[in-house]
């Protein structure tokens, strides 16, 4: 299992969220790209970039992505606002490994099918979950989709994985729910990247050993209540 530092992104500013509230943004940093150097340089071998304003329809930031690409280059994933065929190409032609689809992955199936027969194993649908069920719109909106039943609903798909977020925990630091988490993991039928709430080294290694194949941190690194050092020497590579 990987250890991917979170790079969100929100009017040209790298930020943490608390819950994914826009009103609660404890960490805001005014140069994204120096960010990515930084994990990078530390050893951490995967980054995941959102785009909160493509999530919440509320702009993009794509060219801070193209130069997260180029000036800090490795193992890239992106989401946020990625609801077309040529959303997905942009991200894609930016320099991005995997893309990260949500909202229009969940409400029409039939794209992401095409979408992720024409990216085979770069496509990651994340499963933003609240209470067992299914987010959408930047967590503002619940679609009424059991996360269990979406999995299964999932499962013929050629997808590099499943991003499943804890919103109840997300920014809040206060460990994971170790029990949902073994029950996304042992059901879900491609690989699953776990965040929200990871706080602790023995959850990372919980993690890794129930099977997950990253864990996305972000306050936790950003506000070192996980060492960014030991966990990229552990985890990262």
């Known amino acids: ?7 969100d992104l929100r009017g040209g500013r790298c930020v943490q969220l608390v819950g994914g509230d826009p009103g609660r943004e404890p960490v805001s940093l005014p140069d994204p790209v120096a960010v990515a150097r930084k994990w990078r340089a530390l050893g951490f ?10 999530a919440l329809e509320a702009g993009e930031n794509r060219p801070i992505i193209a130069r997260i690409a180029a000036e800090a280059p490795g193992d890239l994933q992106v989401g ?9 190409e942009a991200v894609i032609a930016g320099g991005a490994d995997r893309i990260i689809v ?14 992720s027969a024409r990216y085979a194993g770069r496509v990651i649908v994340a499963a933003d979950v609240r209470d067992g069920i299914v987010l959408e719109r930047g967590w503002s909106r619940t679609t009424g989709v059991a996360v269990g039943r979406l999995l299964g609903r999932l499962a013929p798909l050629p997808l590099a994985g499943i991003l ?5 925990r997300e920014g809040r630091a206060r460990g994971i729910d170790r029990a949902a988490a073994t029950d996304v993991l042992s059901a879900a039928p491609h690989p699953v990247w776990v965040s929200g709430g990871v706080t602790t080294t023995d959850e990372l290694r919980f993690l890794s050993q129930a099977g997950a194949a990253g864990a996305v941190l ?9 060492e960014p050092e030991e966990v990229a020497e552990e985890f990262g590579r």
């Open 1 to 7: 299992m990987i250890a991917v530092p979170a790079v």
């Open 218 to 226: 972000g306050m936790a690194l950003y506000t070192r209540v996980l």
């Open 102 to 115: 949500g909202t229009r992955a969940i409400s029409d199936p039939a794209w992401l099918e095409a979408l």
């Open 45 to 54: 071998r995967s980054l995941h970039v959102v785009d909160l304003d493509g």
């Open 80 to 88: 946020g606002g990625i609801r077309n065929n040529e959303a997905a």
């Open 164 to 168: 499943w977020t804890d919103v109840g």
